[in-house]
């Protein structure tokens, strides 16, 4: 299984809305990856876990939440986003190394904020 | 952090043409890489290029590094409308530890058939 699953692949969401992104790889990675992607720009990375743990947070604004449950699995928590929030979310994986070698992304989650 | 600039930041050629691809970097790394998206789908790993590589071949990609300019090519031989996409390539920022990937501004390649 080579794959990294995103869902929901579309979410529409409120201002006042608590939604939640998901991501699962069964790969046996240990390392895993939020980025963010606007139309026509390259994607940005938000959030960094390695073995579980936290490893890098991009000076990410609090209403965007990470979570990782177990080495499977990515959570990113969304509360009180703003319009400019809407974008392309990409979760991706890499097997733990001495460097980032190649990152196996899921097909995102289309994220619109109202 | 650091930022690739690809370019040009959009391509157009006809189907069976070589596409070009340039790449400048700012820090030291530890490899690059290069990435396609197709439009709204996520990113499909190409090839990777370590910093004591000049040179590698994949198929009809082949990829250079210059790592005194901190400048990469990507080079897609006899293309395919298939090929139509953005191109981005990515560095590692040089350290160590899974810190995952800086990406460029990217490439639009259109393939007219």
């Known amino acids: 299984d080579t794959e990294v699953t995103q869902t929901p692949k579309h979410l529409v969401m409120g201002m006042t809305n608590k939604k939640s992104l998901k991501c699962e790889q069964h790969?046996?990675?240990?390392?895993m990856y939020w980025y963010k992607q606007k139309a026509k720009k390259p994607p940005e990375l938000m959030f960094v876990?390695?073995?579980?743990?936290?490893?890098i947070n991009e000076s990410v604004p609090s209403r965007f939440s990470p979570e990782c449950p177990n080495s499977s699995l990515l959570n990113l928590h969304l509360h009180a986003l703003q319009p400019e929030d809407s974008a392309l979310y990409l979760c991706?994986?890499?097997?733990?190394?001495?460097?980032?070698?190649?990152?196996?992304f899921g097909e995102g989650s289309r994220l619109t904020v109202l | 952090s650091q930022q690739g600039e690809e370019d040009p930041q959009a391509l157009s050629i006809q189907e069976g043409e070589n596409a070009t691809m340039n790449c400048s970097y700012k820090?030291?790394?530890?490899?690059l890489q290069w990435y396609r998206q197709n439009s709204g789908r996520g990113l499909v790993h190409l090839i990777l290029?370590?910093?004591?590589?000049r040179e590698k071949h994949s198929g009809r990609l082949r990829v250079t590094l210059d790592t005194s300019k901190k400048s990469s090519s990507l080079l897609i031989t006899a293309s395919r409308a298939a090929d139509t996409a953005s191109y981005f390539c990515?560095?590692?920022?040089?350290?160590?530890?899974?810190?995952?990937?800086?990406f460029g501004k990217g490439t639009h390649l259109i393939i007219q058939p």
């Open positions: 991706a994986s890499s097997p733990k190394r001495q460097n980032t070698g190649e990152l196996f």
């Open positions: 790969m046996g990675h240990r390392a």
């Open positions: 876990y390695s073995y579980e743990k936290l490893s």
């Open positions: 820090t030291s790394i530890n490899n």
């Open positions: 290029i370590r910093s004591n590589e």
């Open positions: 990515a560095t590692d920022g040089g350290g160590g530890g899974a810190d995952g990937l800086t």
